[in-house]
């Protein structure tokens, strides 16, 4: 498994630090337009609204709320959304196979989805053994949530936030009350990189990550680490890398319509035909990508003037 794998989400978190272009790029399909923020809505009502009216009014793209599990509070106040239990995809805007039915529908009709993502943090004070949406329980005074799992040790110091003027308060001390998850840990990366890899798989265009100025810069350096990433450039091309040291077999999401394209890489397109190996590309903009260790390259890239 690609575990390192945050194609579309080096667009969030590097392009940040580096430069603007990225950030101005959101993966749309050719000739649409404008991202809407269906705020609460249940996915299967999202599913519907892009079949029915986002995609036909040329729109390019929604945001979701958090798809992850969160704590449940008295009164069900819209910022439950931000009190993560764990990173199960259960909420009341619906199940796992309703979200990815939702990504899948959306996608084929050419609307991304973009996930609203919350890992600076876990929920605060509460009750405790208080539930989440999808069962899992929270125990706030020992720093233990169990659907994850995480314990005390995978969490900064607890300190309040007094001055926004101090980096590290404003990084290691806890925002509201929200227990702080120190991101420096290799531990609490693979559990974050495996939940955006999670949902990377279902089809999911890019992420909008909350409390992102709560983290340190570094940590996001060290959430990519791997050798092995993917990245699309809009509906104009894909590139996929893999100097690890075992094959990448996955299935990616590339960004481009459907189709068969010649990696311009191993290959070239002449005549009609491709000289290298050929990727196709499902209705829904992923593929099936290989690149094994043997290669000599260890690169694929296909891009729209290289379909056949």
Request: a negative charge; glycine letters at 8%; aromatic letters at 12%.
């Amino acid at each position: 498994m690609l575990k390192m794998l945050l194609s579309v989400t080096l667009l969030t978190l590097v392009a940040i630090a580096t430069a603007d272009t990225g950030v101005k790029d959101p993966h749309y399909w050719d000739n649409h337009d404008v991202m809407v923020h269906l705020f609460e809505w249940k996915w299967s009502d999202i599913a519907d609204e892009c079949e029915n009216f986002l995609a036909p009014q040329g729109y390019g793209g929604v945001q979701v709320s958090p798809p992850n599990e969160n704590l449940i509070i008295s009164d069900r106040p819209w910022w439950e959304r931000y009190q993560p239990v764990s990173y199960i995809l259960t909420t009341r805007s619906g199940t796992e196979d309703e979200f990815k039915d939702m990504v899948e529908r959306c996608n084929t009709v050419g609307v991304r989805i973009y996930v609203d993502a919350v890992f600076n943090h876990m929920s605060s004070v509460a009750d405790d053994g208080s539930y989440g949406t999808a069962g899992s329980q929270a125990y706030y005074s020992s720093l233990s949530w169990p659907g994850v799992p995480y314990t005390s040790d995978n969490f900064h110091t607890s300190c309040s936030i007094s001055s926004y003027l101090d980096a590290y308060q404003v990084r290691n001390c806890y925002l509201e009350g929200l227990a702080d998850l120190d991101q420096s840990q290799d531990y609490v990366r693979a559990e974050i990189v495996e939940y955006m890899n999670k949902l990377i798989e279902m089809g999911v265009a890019g992420f909008r990550i909350d409390a992102a100025k709560h983290m340190w810069p570094a940590d996001f350096c060290c959430t990519v680490h791997s050798n092995q990433i993917s990245f699309c450039r809009g509906g104009a091309g894909f590139i996929a890398f893999n100097l690890d040291s075992w094959d990448l077999q996955q299935t990616l999401q590339t960004c481009l319509s459907a189709g068969t394209y010649c990696d311009v890489i191993s290959g070239s397109l002449v005549d009609g035909s491709c000289t290298g190996k050929s990727v196709t590309v499902g209705s829904d903009g992923t593929a099936y990508i290989e690149i094994l260790t043997t290669e000599e390259d260890g690169v694929l890239a296909i891009h729209q003037n290289a379909k056949l």
